[in-house]
């Protein structure tokens, strides 16, 4: 089976509450979100979704997303997508960097090794572990009283893990932290993710006054080195995030202990297969985590759900359901949330089919004639 034509959607997904902020003033309102195609001579297609959380998060941008395929996908035509690990390096080779780039490729021909052997990608990643796994709630930067009101909201909606958008004033964090503290039951869990926004000093300041609350303190600030000087002055749980994109960085943050669970993204990973690769090695050092993406509709959301799922239970610390943030559905056959959780469909690949009505006309569109290698 070899890769013929390599497709690129742009969808835009407004935000159902309007707007998402977080640190440093930094919001979205409308996500440019782009739905990779992947075409084969079997007649099986494949889907992933690559969706930055706007051009400021992480070191891409939506653009970007498609300016990568056009330069990548030539590289790939003729290439099978079922030999996952050959296929990366092939991209690796072809392109240095940009792993958000070669993410959407990725998820599609897992999405169409699953389909060839009749497997849920959940159960090629690993193992189904469990009926369901647990989802965290973003709550977007606000006063304190309104993100309380929201946790409130959003806790009767059956979530019980909560991820504050804090990073901002440290004295209007640390009334934040409180105010959305007050409203957690047993069995909750409460993530503030400063989100690169404090420096040092600050952090460690908002650490000190909550000492006493039950809250897991994630990527307070823009250095690894800041991270870790903080962490070495809190006696929270720790959660590193937007520095944690390689295996070395992963190996380094071992190695210094300076973190109790890592936040990985597929899109900063690269794609499930390199993300696997970081899961597979947080269980066997044990670190918990989150698994999710940056942003994204349905079939990011199904990625996720495949990755979380295959993840044993007690390291899978929480993810995400980003396809219940957004109004446009992008396919049928994603997860959809219930009671704060969900589960990865039992069909086989990602088990979506996508609303090519939603998705539109192609904006990038990659084919040609294929040359055997021997012939070139
Ligand atoms: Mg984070």
């Known amino acids: 089976m070899i890769i013929t034509r390599i497709l690129a ?54 653009e970007g997303v498609r300016a990568g395929l056009r330069e990548l996908g030539p590289h790939l035509l003729g290439e099978d997508p079922r030999e996952l690990g050959k296929l990366n390096r092939t991209m690796d080779a072809a392109l240095k ?34 009926e369901d796994v647990p989802l965290y709630r973003a709550i977007s930067q606000e006063s304190p009283e309104q993100m309380a009101a929201k946790v409130a909201g959003y806790r009767a909606e059956g979530y019980r893990r909560f991820q504050l958008k804090v990073g901002g004033d440290p004295d209007v964090d640390i009334a934040r932290i409180f105010a959305v503290a007050e409203k957690l039951q047993p069995g909750d869990r409460l993530v503030a993710d400063a ?47 937007e520095n944690i994109d390689d295996l070395a960085m992963l190996l380094r943050a ?6 109790d669970v890592v936040n990985l993204k597929i899109s ?18 044990g670190i918990g985590m989150t698994l ?12 996720i759900a495949h990755l979380a799922q295959s993840t044993p239970t ?4 929480t993810t995400t359901d980003f396809n219940s943030y957004v109004t446009v559905s992008t396919a049928d056959g994603a997860p959809q949330r219930k009671q704060g959780r969900m589960a990865a469909s ?11 009505d939603v998705l539109g006309k192609a904006v990038v569109e990659v084919c040609g004639k294929w040359v055997p290698r021997k012939e070139i």
């Open 9 to 62: 959607y742009r969808v835009e997904l407004p935000l159902r509450e309007t707007t998402y902020k977080w640190s440093g003033g930094k919001s979205v309102t409308v996500f440019d979100s782009t739905i990779v195609r992947v075409e084969t001579d079997a007649g099986l297609v494949g889907h992933g979704e690559v969706c930055p959380l706007g051009p400021f998060y992480l070191p891409a941008y939506a």
């Open 97 to 130: 960097g940009h792993p958000y780039v070669k993410s959407g490729i990725d998820i599609a021909c897992w999405d169409i090794l699953g389909q060839a052997t009749g497997m849920p990608v959940c159960e090629l990643l690993g193992g189904r572990y469990g």
């Open 195 to 241: 989100n690169t926004g404090w420096v040092q000093h600050e952090a460690v300041r908002v650490a000190k006054a909550v000492r006493d609350v039950d809250v897991y303190i994630e990527q307070p600030c823009l250095t690894y080195e800041e991270c870790l000087a903080v962490r070495r002055q809190t006696p929270h749980p720790f959660v590193l995030d």
């Open 346 to 356: 039992r069909a086989p690949g990602l088990g979506i089919a996508p609303k090519m």
């Open 292 to 303: 999710e993406d940056s942003w994204g509709g349905d079939i990011a959301t199904a990625a």
């Open 314 to 317: 007690e390291f899978l610390f």
């Open 254 to 259: 071992k190695a210094d202990l300076a973190m």
């Open 268 to 285: 900063k990973l690269g794609g499930l297969t390199k993300i696997k690769q970081a899961r597979d090695l947080c269980v066997s050092m």
